[in-house]
């Protein structure tokens, strides 16, 4: 025990040399995902629909990795193994992927149309099945590999107004844990990051409703909403070696939301 004890140091969190994918990592939080992998040691392969990727590009090489980036509509299945097949091109491996690409709509239940509900699940679960299964062929050969999912507070509640997002944060919980179960015996972890509420353009108008906003910092401990950065060191520690014992987890970063 004592020489297990004395075998460990931070170099366990450092991703030197690593391969990270991450998906929607050209704004909010899959940028500080892709920021703070790089800032750990790791050269970055973004993902996106939209090309508007500068501003994630210059804080990627200001901390002296490597950004290269892909633009691809997740939906669509071809993209898919492109993703994976262009990475390699460029890297040579896969050691992380971060499956940060996602979408919502708001509508009220019964008025919920099955457009918006197919364009949701098809975004937020689907995608990210086929792609972590595309990129898990690349992690078997290689026996190590790394993939976070991004859940939700909604992997644990039902919420209003979000359906199809509460039936695929759901899901994605599950699939963490299927995946994990299968994938464990060839050193390839999964778990995932469940954010609480978060400060990004996509809270903005929540955060501009004085009645919901004071309602949502009533119910979190902390006081506040979370600030991006408050997600990265998650990131970087399930990205890592220090977290090689930890499987099919699904870990809340929410300022005590699930607490209360």
């Known amino acids: 025990m004592g020489n297990d004890l004395q075998s460990f140091s931070l170099d366990f969190f450092s991703l030197k040399d690593k391969v990270a994918i991450v998906t929607g ?5 899959g940028q500080g995902y892709a920021v ?8 970055i392969f973004i993902v996106a629909r939209n090309d508007n990727w500068a501003q994630t590009k210059q804080l990627i090489e200001e901390t002296g990795r490597r950004a290269e980036f892909f633009q691809a509509d997740l939906t669509k299945r071809e993209a898919l193994k492109a993703v994976t097949d262009k ?12 499956n940060n690409a996602g979408t919502i709509r708001r509508a009220p239940l019964l008025e919920y149309n099955e457009e918006d509900w197919d364009a949701v699940i098809e975004t937020n679960l689907n995608s990210l099945y086929l792609l972590s299964q595309e990129v898990a062929k690349v992690m078997v050969k290689q026996k190590s590999g790394k993939i976070i999912n991004i859940a939700s507070m909604l992997s644990f509640q039902g919420g209003k107004f979000v359906p199809p997002y509460t039936a695929s944060k759901h899901a994605v919980a599950g699939l963490t844990k299927a995946f994990a179960n299968e994938l464990a015996e060839y050193n390839i972890q999964i778990n995932a990051i469940a954010p609480g509420y978060v400060a990004t353009a996509n809270t903005a108008p929540i955060r501009a409703d004085e009645k919901r906003n004071a309602e949502i910092l009533s119910r979190i401990p902390a006081g506040r909403w979370a600030d991006p950065s408050d997600l990265m060191g998650v990131a970087v520690f399930l990205a890592s070696r220090a977290s090689d014992y930890m499987n099919g987890h699904i870990l809340a970063i929410d300022g005590g939301w699930l607490a209360r």
């Open 25 to 29: 990592g050209n704004s909010g939080l």
């Open 36 to 43: 703070a992998l790089a800032k750990a040691g790791a050269d």
């Open 87 to 98: 990475c390699l091109e460029v890297y040579g491996k896969i050691d992380i992927l971060v």
